[in-house]
């Protein structure tokens, strides 16, 4: 019979997602068919599935630590936000609604049984099922009709361990306030507690779980050290991604305020040539690049205006006057043509706007968003390049005549008669080692293949936690699923 265990944390990240990794590999090299589900995540950083939808990017990782495929049953509802109150809804890998936070409380008890059905159908698939929370149970304003932590526990009879941030301070406070502020019922979900992102001498901690233990009755699974190569591995959230100093070829990187999708800097920050430069709001694009990235973005227009909020736009063009390369993926290709069309108001009230004008090439916003993992060819080297598209628009003009890519015999892209300003839809494309040593030189690369990068770094994780986590009690506590 199948088993389950959740991993919930007393605040907000505390290092859930990479816990739920580090024991998914843990558990499979030990032989057990294991696999992740997240019931609620909020991500605009989403993968493409094996079965044509989309999930947060944290449980893409979290399937390949468990060498899986990854399925939208791992993540049966994904909030992408799109503005500061609202957020698409995805349910089950396909977009449900477009709602405010108000009203996506209300709807929450509705999807309760997209969620316990994709778990059910999860679960017959592996003997073991590692699930994350969001979030914090701490948060009892939101426990009525919750589906991501207590709601979700309570409901599908699975137990929980408790995961405090000691990096963050007041590490005691956060696991024994937590039991204290819960409901009995809730409380009583929680079977033990680990204490995440210890810096130096984890027995310098002896006492704190000794006064931890006293005050729950919960047992401890351990003090887990930071991990320092967490860094090597996709970042889910926007605020975890930074920029990396690694050579000369130097890339910069506007941060969008609604910036999707940005694991396609992941394989360029690990090589060693390069160096990728996050820009934050309020600071110029630096004058020294050679690559300027737009990356992909869950509102376009609206960050659009953003960018020339900023004078990126200004920057932008004394770039080009300077003989600078330009890359917009998916967003960042819409932000570079002459005219992007919002006529069903998709992204918010419909519009038509003036694009950055570097690409001759116009986008019309349609309600039909096209999810596909995609085989492509770089047209100018013959190499293959493996990747995904997510995203609503099409996009047409005279510089697809000087499309860089190929899918399937399809032209994909667009790039100007100089060729320094490139676009195109497809992302995860520098994963591909060819390409990307071709794409940016091969001074600059140091031969790395990407992919084996990330396999290998999560088998140093899952050692990690064998070594400090106590995986033999979880295993224990894991209790059969009983939906």
């Known amino acids: 019979m199948t088993k389950a265990i959740m991993i919930q944390g007393a605040g907000s990240n505390v290092g859930k997602s990479m816990l739920v990794a580090g024991i998914a590999r843990a558990m499979s090299n030990r032989g057990i068919s294991v696999a992740p589900f997240k019931p609620q995540n909020m991500s605009n950083n989403a993968a493409v599935t094996v079965d044509g939808g989309e999930i947060g990017r944290a449980q893409a990782l979290q399937a390949l630590a468990a060498r899986r495929e990854a399925h939208t049953d791992m993540n049966p509802v994904l909030l992408k936000p799109e503005s500061d109150t609202g957020a698409q809804v995805i349910v089950q890998g396909k977009r449900w609604d477009t709602l405010r936070a108000r009203d996506y409380a209300k709807a929450k008890p509705k999807l309760l049984g997209a969620v316990l059905e994709s778990f059910t159908r999860l679960a017959r698939t592996a003997d073991l099922i590692v699930v994350e929370g969001a979030g914090s149970p701490a948060e009892v304003n939101l426990r009525a009709g919750d589906i991501a932590n207590m709601g979700f526990a309570d409901a599908a009879g699975v137990p929980v361990v408790l995961t405090g941030d000691i990096d963050r301070g007041g590490v005691i406070a956060q696991v024994v306030g937590t039991q204290a ?34 005050r729950t009755g919960w047992p401890s699974l351990g003090v887990i050290p930071w991990f320092t190569e967490a860094w090597r591995l996709p970042a889910e959230d926007v605020m975890d991604i930074a920029s990396t100093k690694g050579g000369t070829y130097k890339i910069a990187v506007p941060r969008l305020s609604r910036i999707a999708n940005f694991d396609d800097l992941d394989p360029l920050s690990a090589e060693e040539g390069v160096s990728v430069e996050i820009i934050e709001q309020g600071r110029p694009l630096p004058g020294d690049a050679d690559l300027i990235l737009i990356p992909g973005s869950k509102a376009t227009i609206a960050d659009l205006a953003f960018f020339r909020a900023q004078g990126w736009d200004i920057d932008l063009h004394a770039h080009i006057r300077r003989g600078g390369r330009v890359l917009g993926i998916c967003g960042g290709y819409q932000m570079l043509g002459q005219e992007i069309s919002d006529p069903l108001g998709l992204e918010g009230t419909p519009s038509t706007v003036q694009g950055l004008g570097y690409l001759n090439v116009s986008t019309i916003m349609s309600e039909q968003k096209r999810l596909s993992l995609t085989c492509a060819t770089y047209l100018l080297t013959g190499d293959a390049v493996e990747g995904y598209e997510i995203h609503l628009g099409q996009t047409s003009g005279p510089d697809t005549a000087q499309a860089w890519l190929s899918i399937d015999g399809r032209p994909e892209g667009a790039a100007s008669v100089s060729g320094q300003v490139m676009g195109c839809y497809l992302h995860g494309l520098f994963s591909s080692d060819a390409f990307r040593a071709n794409f940016i030189g091969q001074t600059a690369s140091n031969d790395l293949n990407f992919s084996a990068e990330v396999d290998a770094v999560l088998d140093r994780l899952a050692a990690h936690m064998e070594q400090h986590m106590d995986l033999d009690l979880l295993l224990e506590l894991a209790a059969p699923i009983r939906v």
């Open 181 to 214: 502020i819960l409901p009995r019922a809730d409380a009583d979900h929680i079977k033990a507690f680990c204490i995440n992102k210890f810096r130096g001498d984890v027995s310098l901690f002896d006492e704190g779980l000794t006064a931890i233990t006293q």
